[in-house]
């Protein structure tokens, strides 16, 4: 069964800082991998998705990176905004139980400090 | 392009009683999941619908159903409703059915009293 984990599940960083967000997945055997962000009580925007057979996608100050041999994914945003506050999940779609379906980590809840 | 609309934005329910949710995809798209998401279980797949067929489903019991029109819209519903589920239920469209970019929509906060 496909488990996504996303560490750490909170990161409080100062304006202007690089950082990265971590997901990683125990089944390497997947379609793709989609990074979302959720502003409180909101709905999910999608912000990059990755296909199997990509190891990157880049939009504005976003990164995302996929590594599917080690099940790893990361989340790059540079020079962060208080505005990039947001709990930021990653998901992976699987073949699961005779359903394809999207399976999410439980997201890193991101702080930036003005 | 207009986004997922999904109507009611909230709604409160007692127990044993039945709740149908609505959700409008983006101009297009045929396909419509439905996500139920919870402080302690996080967000987990319900159903997708395309081409007004259930193409995939997820683990959750009967008393979740749904069902797509000709015009791609979906309702969800729910019966017999138990505290538990209380959730933000989201869902998302896409315009080429399964394992491509998911759009969502803003979610129906149900409580369940």
């Known amino acids: 069964k496909q488990e996504v984990t996303q560490i750490p599940a909170a990161l409080s960083v100062p304006e202007g800082e690089n950082l990265v967000l971590n997901c990683s997945f125990t089944?390497?055997?997947?379609?793709?991998l989609q990074w979302f962000r959720q502003d409180p009580g909101k709905g999910l925007t999608s912000l990059l998705l990755?296909?199997?057979?990509?190891r990157e996608q880049t939009s504005g100050r976003l990164n995302a990176s996929l590594d599917k041999s080690s099940g790893r994914s990361t989340l790059y945003i540079a020079a962060s905004q208080p505005g990039d506050s947001a709990t930021y999940l990653c998901?992976?779609?699987?073949?699961?139980?005779?359903?394809?379906?999207?399976?999410f980590g439980k997201g890193t809840k991101l702080t930036v400090n003005p | 392009k207009a986004g997922v609309t999904q109507t009611p934005r909230y709604l409160i329910k007692t127990r044993g009683q039945q709740v149908t949710l609505s959700c409008s995809p983006i101009?297009?798209?045929?396909?419509v999941s439905w996500y139920q998401q919870t402080p302690g279980q996080g967000l987990q797949f319900l159903f997708e619908?395309?081409?007004?067929?259930?193409?995939n489903k997820g683990n959750f019991p009967g008393r979740f159903s749904g069902r797509q029109f000709s015009n791609s819209r979906s309702e969800m519903n729910v019966s017999t409703l138990e505290l538990g589920d209380s959730a933000l239920y989201l869902c998302?469209?896409?315009?080429?059915?399964?394992?491509?970019?998911?759009?969502f929509g803003p979610g129906t906060r149900l409580t369940v009293l």
């Open positions: 101009s297009g798209h045929r396909s």
């Open positions: 619908y395309f081409s007004e067929t259930q193409r």
């Open positions: 089944d390497s055997a997947i379609y793709n």
């Open positions: 998901a992976v779609w699987v073949r699961q139980g005779g359903s394809e379906k999207l399976v």
């Open positions: 990755i296909q199997s057979s990509q």
């Open positions: 998302a469209s896409s315009g080429r059915g399964s394992h491509n970019e998911q759009f």
